[in-house]
């Protein structure tokens, strides 16, 4: 994700400088020729050209989408089932691990944490490791999306969606509902608390 959003970057970038460049020149020169009243050649290089960067923008794109899909031998999986307007988790490799995660209310809050996006229990994950979840709603439409993370996953009601993801580094990774799910569709925060894996077993045999 982060190669392609260099290699991205890099071809709107160029686009930008020459459009820049171009407007420049138009501003600023004065020669005007009366007599062209049409340019075969550049209306055939101006349709030909962008649709080569088309295509230079949609091949790693594709083939990124398609990998993303690929799910081998996860680690741990974990389910997230979408609620009016909470988070349910399931931590399906063991025995009876769920519990439900709702906002912080603003008048409990303290100046460490994000203004609606805390939540009382923290979905705790290990960090490198292959990690399937599966997110499902129990009600309408949600979107169980961490934007840090790279993950946007719908929430349908009698379906399983299910995505995977590597967390490389320790931390607190906040995301929200992205679905127009209702009134408090944007009160649906998530909280991912990436942990070492000794620090993820030790959590996971105290709740367990």
Same mark, same amino acid.
């Given at each position: 994700?982060?190669?392609?959003?260099?290699?991205?970057?890099?071809?709107?970038?160029?686009?930008?400088?020459?459009?820049?460049?171009?407007?420049?020149?138009?501003?600023?020169?004065k020669?005007?020729?009366?007599?062209?009243?049409?340019?075969?050649?550049?209306?055939?290089?101006?349709?030909?050209?962008?649709?080569?960067?088309? #295509?230079?923008?949609?091949?790693?794109?594709? $083939? *990124?989408?398609?990998?993303?899909?690929? =799910?081998?031998? /996860?680690? @741990?999986?974990?389910?997230?089932?979408?609620?009016?307007?909470?988070?349910?988790?399931?931590?399906?490799?063991?025995?009876?691990?769920?519990?439900?995660?709702?906002?912080?209310?603003?008048?409990?809050?303290?100046?460490?944490?994000?203004?609606?996006?805390?939540?009382?229990?923290?979905?705790?994950?290990?960090?490198?490791?292959?990690?399937?979840?599966?997110?499902?709603?129990?009600?309408?439409?949600?979107?169980?999306?961490?934007?840090?993370?790279? #993950?946007?996953?719908?929430?349908?009601?009698? $379906? *399983?969606?299910?995505?995977?993801?590597? =967390?490389?580094? /320790?931390? @607190?990774?906040?995301?929200q509902?992205?679905?127009?799910?209702?009134?408090?569709?944007?009160?649906?925060?998530?909280?991912?608390?990436?942990?070492?894996?000794?620090?993820?077993?030790?959590?996971?045999?105290n709740?367990?």
């Amino acid at each position: 994700l982060i190669s392609f959003h260099d290699h991205t970057l890099m071809i709107i970038l160029m686009i930008l400088t020459v459009v820049a460049y171009m407007m420049i020149t138009l501003a600023l020169n004065k020669n005007v020729n009366r007599f062209m009243l049409e340019g075969q050649m550049i209306e055939v290089a101006w349709t030909i050209i962008p649709a080569i960067i088309l #295509i230079f923008i949609a091949v790693p794109s594709l $083939r *990124l989408l398609y990998l993303m899909d690929e =799910i081998h031998k /996860p680690t @741990l999986t974990l389910k997230a089932i979408g609620h009016q307007w909470y988070w349910s988790y399931e931590y399906s490799d063991f025995l009876k691990v769920e519990f439900d995660s709702y906002m912080m209310p603003q008048d409990e809050s303290n100046k460490n944490m994000f203004r609606l996006l805390d939540t009382d229990n923290h979905t705790t994950l290990p960090m490198n490791s292959f990690i399937r979840i599966v997110v499902t709603a129990a009600d309408v439409l949600h979107s169980w999306t961490v934007p840090s993370l790279g #993950i946007k996953t719908d929430a349908t009601p009698g $379906r *399983l969606n299910q995505c995977s993801f590597l =967390i490389n580094r /320790p931390g @607190l990774f906040y995301g929200q509902c992205s679905e127009i799910c209702g009134a408090n569709h944007s009160f649906m925060p998530i909280v991912i608390e990436s942990i070492n894996t000794n620090m993820f077993i030790n959590w996971i045999s105290n709740l367990s």
